[in-house]
C-alpha cells in the first residue's frame, strides 16, 4: 500500500496562520472584556496587542506575496462612514 504525504503549500499555512490569530484575538478581546481584576486586564491588553502586531506582520507578508489583496477605500465612503459613526456616538450621549 502505497502512503500519500498531503502537504500543505506555504500560502495555505499562512492563511490558517492569519485566521487563528484573528480568532485568538476576539476570544481575548472577549476575556478582557469580561475581566474584573485590572492587573489580569492590563496582561490580557498586552497580550493582545502582541497577537495584533503578529497578525499584522502574517497580513503584510501575504500582501506583499499577492495572497491577500486589498481594496483601497474611497475616501468619500470613509467620510461617510466616520460622519454615521459619530452621529450614532452623539446620539449615545
Known sequence: ???????????????????????????????????????????????INDKQQIQFEIFNAMKQKGWYNVKNANLNDVMTAAQKYQTMQQNMQ
Do not use: H, P, V, W
Open 1 to 47: 500500500m502505497q502512503q500519500q504525504t498531503n502537504s500543505l503549500t506555504e500560502q495555505q499555512i499562512m492563511n490558517d496562520a492569519l485566521s487563528s490569530e484573528k480568532q485568538i484575538i476576539s476570544a481575548y478581546g472577549t476575556f478582557l472584556a469580561e475581566s474584573t481584576c485590572e492587573n489580569l486586564r492590563s496582561e490580557m491588553a498586552k497580550i
